[in-house]
């Protein structure tokens, strides 16, 4: 793996975040290299979707350094201005446990709502978009379905595409298959592997070992507000360095 | 009881309508957006603004219409200073009573319809990038009018009624003249008329509603 600092898409440097007494997260480091398929596993409560949230700007960090291609969302804990905030967000698109699809508007609308508004593409383009991204999660016959008709996985997928239209660099994933019944979370690890294989560059926080382990490039395992253990995958499932991450994958792989 | 008197009591109550449909719309028209401002500042962490709206919906809701179509018309125009610039006329006086009242019972009803909105969606729209005022105008008011449909129309509907209070402070509206008829024919019949009249305008309300509701349930 490059780790010259040239490549590094997303540079996380002392990042602290706590709710009221409750630090969540603890002095957070770590780096993202264009391409890499990370994904954060760790029990729940370890920080996991408040770290995700911060490199989003849904949770603000209280200390530290979050760069995103360059760009910095905070600096030291001084937050850029919202201008600055919005351009680096821009760069990220998000995929959440629930879905959050705009229930009153179609398939299409979804996909297209915000790109028309923030003219990312002509109309044109953006329509062509929609047809392209609709045929790679595979639901180009439901364009004009309502999203209370879908089944899980197939909203999972519709709410993928969404992301992709924006153009993003960078792709976070929070539990994304977590919410949905186990015969469906095959159709929607399917769909975030060929993007790993096309070189998206994918934050995934995740219970699935067997994903995590085929297609990420580097796992982080997080626990209690820090990442305890950082590696590739057959470091961290082979050979865990910390009892902590020895015991988490022995009870998750019951 | 010929065809030819029914008409003649029917003509003023047709008439009559134009001023209750008047009153209605202006109510309607107004007090939406009004209302929509009120359930924002009940939502503002601003503590004036929310003690403010608070209050205003609690005095609105707390006493009767009839009550404040009487002080906006009556008692305005007799406050020491500024009172000559609140005498209105009858139908402004009692638009301003009607819209100052819905304002207040829509502003509750958007206010259940706003918390019903999964913060999911204002997650979901920040992170493709939509300004707020999008977010509000795309995302979560299309969303907060399908579950607040219903309870509009109800209140809507109510709205309608209520409008025969302002016959107290003299407007001409159906139920003024029903009770001219009435006191001139010595004959119940005119309320008759203005009941169905009532009737008719609440069919046509209903069926917009519901055409509505059909239109934004997914
Ligand atoms: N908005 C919030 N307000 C207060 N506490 C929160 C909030 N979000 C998360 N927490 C707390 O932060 C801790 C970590 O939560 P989270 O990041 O969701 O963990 P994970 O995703 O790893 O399960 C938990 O103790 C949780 O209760
Ligand atoms: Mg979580």
Known sequence: MNSNNDNHVIRVEGLTKSFGDNQVLKDINFDVNKGDVIAVIGSSGSGKSTLLRCLIDLEQADGGTIEIEGRRLVSDGVHADNKEKRAVIAEMGMVFQHFNLFPHLSVRENLELAPKLRSVGTEREIEDRTAYYLDKVGLSERIDAMPSTLSGGEKQRVAIARALMMRPDILLFDEPTSALDPELTGEVLKVMEKLAQEHMTMIVVTHEMSFARSAASKILFMNQGIILEEGTPDEIFMNPKQPRTKEFLSSIER | ?218
Not at chain 2, 8 to 19: C, E, H, K, Y
Not at chain 2, 27 to 53: D, E, K, M, Y
Not at chain 2, 92 to 104: D, E, G
Not at chain 2, 142 to 162: A, F, G, H, Y
């Open chain 2, 1 to 218: 009881m010929s065809w030819d008197y029914i008409v003649t009591l029917f003509v003023p109550l047709i008439q009559g309508a134009g001023m209750t449909l008047a009153v209605f719309a202006v109510t309607f028209i107004l007090s939406l957006p009004l209302g929509f401002c009120v359930t924002l500042q009940l939502n503002s962490r601003h503590s004036f603004t929310h003690w403010f709206a608070e209050t205003y919906v609690y005095i609105l809701r707390g006493t009767p219409l009839l009550l404040q179509i009487l002080f906006v018309y009556f008692g305005l125009p007799l406050i020491p200073g500024i009172g000559p610039y609140l005498t209105f006329s009858r139908f402004t006086a009692a638009c301003v009573a009607f819209v100052l009242n819905y304002a207040a019972y829509f502003g509750e009803i958007f206010r259940g319809g706003l918390l019903a909105i999964d913060p999911g969606q204002y997650e979901a729209s920040k992170v493709l990038g939509l300004t707020r005022f999008e977010t509000m105008t795309k995302v979560v008011i299309p969303q907060m009018i399908r579950v607040c449909l219903p309870s509009i129309s109800n209140e809507t509907i109510t709205l309608l009624k209520d409008t025969a209070l302002v016959t107290v402070i003299g407007v001409a509206e159906i139920l003024h003249y029903a009770k001219t008829e009435v006191n001139r024919d010595g004959t119940p019949f005119p309320f008759v008329l203005a009941a169905i009249l009532y009737l008719i305008i609440n069919f046509v309300i209903t069926f917009i509603f519901k055409k509505l509701e059909k239109k934004y349930e997914q």
